[in-house]
């Protein structure tokens, strides 16, 4: 893919140093109560910058809401955000800090491959929020302080019952390959944090050859899954293979006819990792912002806007959807080696689904 390459090119051309990791940075002595969440940022600087940009790889109309909410609750800070593919957004970064042009202030990024080589080339900026404390250790960075997982996505399958019956949907990975479901199954393409999530955690348990098989299927692969399911909405495709469980949760709360599977063998799920980038131009803005969205009022905002999962245990699910406790997560225990993965999965997937592109 053209932006992926413009993503390495990028990379390469980097000369950073990388800002020094302090490992012993400390959370402020007396963070600030304010109505629902403790701040260590100068609230009064913050509303001073007046802004505050995100740069994000959810969809726009959910981004806006969350934004929104933020808005709410300091009025005088104006939010804007950028919406790309996580391979795309990365490539956009990165060509940004080459020209030394420093545009965003907090960066969501759903590959965590692309996060870990972020920090490692000192692109965010160490913040302790108070906050963070209610976060399991393996959803910081180490040192902590550079990100935090924002939330939890799934993958599993999504169907239209209105073109599939229930009883003959399939209720396993496996079940994908039977040529009934030729050329009638989307996917995401290999920008996707989620879908090299599916790749990376599946193929140990169905090996190569399942994949092999599967581009036999000829997928159709797209950028959102906003896309993904207006297709299965439209009848354009009857199968999302790594279907988004936050988008089946909007569009099924819309009234549109979709099913969603769990498999026994279980969801691949990542993380949509949040950080402060490094020399942003709003960075007492970015503090406050990161404290209220990693709090239980910011989470919340974030459920109600976009219907994802906190990793926060006294953050409730998503409206409508199945609690984290009660799914089969299929999580990278390395993440270090799911970031050398990456060109493997993009050479594959690109070729699984390319002739179609």
Same mark, same amino acid.
Request: charged residues 25%; neutral net charge; proline residues 7%.
């Given at each position: 893919?053209?932006?992926?390459?413009?993503?390495? +090119?990028?990379?390469?051309? /980097?000369?950073?140093?990388?800002?020094?990791?302090? #490992?012993?940075?400390?959370?402020?002595?007396?963070?600030?109560?304010?109505?629902?969440?403790?701040?260590?940022?100068?609230?009064?600087?913050?509303?001073?910058?007046?802004?505050? +940009?995100?740069?994000?790889?959810?969809?726009?109309?959910?981004?806006?809401?969350? /934004?929104?909410?933020?808005?709410?609750?300091?009025?005088?800070?104006?939010?804007?955000? +950028?919406?790309?593919?996580? @391979?795309?957004?990365?490539? *956009?970064?990165?060509?940004?800090?080459?020209?030394?042009?420093?545009?965003?202030?907090?960066?969501?990024?759903?590959?965590?491959?692309?996060?870990?080589?972020?920090?490692?080339?000192? $692109?965010?900026?160490?913040?302790?929020?108070? #906050?963070?404390?209610?976060? *399991?250790?393996?959803?910081?960075?180490?040192?902590? @302080?550079?990100?935090?997982?924002?939330?939890?996505?799934?993958?599993?399958?999504?169907?239209?019952?209105?073109?599939?019956?229930?009883? #003959?949907? %399939?209720?396993?990975?496996?079940?994908?390959?039977?040529?009934?479901?030729?050329?009638?199954?989307?996917?995401?393409?290999?920008?996707?944090?989620?879908?090299?999530?599916?790749?990376?955690?599946?193929?140990?348990?169905?090996?190569?050859?399942?994949?092999?098989?599967?581009?036999?299927?000829?997928?159709?692969?797209?950028?959102?899954?906003?896309?993904?399911?207006?297709?299965?909405?439209?009848?354009?495709?009857?199968?999302?293979?790594?279907?988004?469980?936050?988008?089946?949760?909007?569009?099924?709360?819309? $009234?549109?006819?979709?099913?969603?599977?769990? %498999?026994?063998? @279980?969801?691949?799920?990542?993380?949509?990792?949040?950080?402060?980038?490094?020399?942003?131009?709003?960075?007492?803005?970015?503090?406050?912002?990161?404290?209220?969205?990693?709090?239980? +009022?910011?989470?919340?905002?974030?459920?109600?806007?976009?219907?994802?999962?906190?990793?926060?245990?006294?953050?409730?699910?998503?409206?409508?959807?199945? %609690?984290?406790?009660?799914?089969?997560?299929?999580?990278?225990?390395?993440?270090?080696?799911? #970031?050398?993965?990456? %060109?493997?999965?993009?050479?594959?997937?690109?070729?699984?689904? $390319?002739?179609?592109?």
């Amino acid at each position: 893919m053209k932006l992926l390459a413009a993503a390495s +090119v990028a990379a390469c051309a /980097l000369a950073w140093t990388g800002m020094a990791f302090a #490992e012993g940075a400390k959370l402020c002595d007396k963070p600030r109560q304010m109505e629902g969440f403790k701040t260590c940022a100068d609230v009064d600087k913050a509303e001073a910058e007046g802004a505050f +940009v995100l740069y994000s790889t959810d969809p726009e109309q959910g981004q806006a809401k969350l /934004l929104a909410a933020f808005n709410k609750a300091f009025p005088k800070i104006k939010t804007n955000y +950028v919406r790309l593919q996580a @391979g795309a957004l990365y490539a *956009k970064v990165l060509s940004e800090r080459q020209a030394k042009s420093y545009l965003v202030d907090v960066i969501q990024i759903s590959d965590m491959g692309m996060i870990l080589d972020f920090q490692k080339r000192g $692109g965010f900026r160490q913040y302790l929020s108070p #906050e963070m404390a209610a976060f *399991k250790p393996e959803y910081k960075s180490t040192p902590e @302080g550079f990100f935090t997982w924002g939330s939890i996505i799934m993958a599993g399958i999504a169907y239209n019952p209105k073109d599939v019956p229930a009883a #003959e949907a %399939p209720k396993k990975w496996e079940d994908l390959l039977d040529p009934k479901w030729k050329d009638s199954i989307n996917v995401k393409v290999s920008n996707s944090g989620l879908q090299h999530g599916v790749w990376y955690m599946l193929k140990p348990i169905l090996g190569m050859d399942y994949f092999k098989k599967f581009a036999e299927q000829k997928p159709r692969a797209f950028d959102s899954y906003v896309q993904q399911y207006g297709r299965l909405v439209d009848g354009q495709d009857k199968i999302i293979m790594g279907a988004q469980y936050s988008g089946y949760i909007e569009f099924k709360a819309k $009234g549109a006819p979709l099913g969603f599977v769990f %498999p026994e063998t @279980g969801v691949p799920a990542v993380p949509e990792t949040y950080g402060i980038v490094a020399d942003g131009p709003h960075p007492h803005a970015s503090e406050l912002f990161m404290d209220w969205f990693l709090s239980p +009022v910011g989470q919340k905002a974030l459920s109600d806007a976009l219907l994802l999962h906190s990793p926060r245990p006294d953050v409730p699910a998503p409206a409508g959807s199945v %609690p984290l406790k009660d799914m089969k997560l299929l999580t990278p225990a390395d993440w270090n080696a799911f #970031e050398k993965d990456r %060109p493997e999965f993009a050479k594959e997937w690109d070729r699984i689904v $390319g002739a179609r592109r």
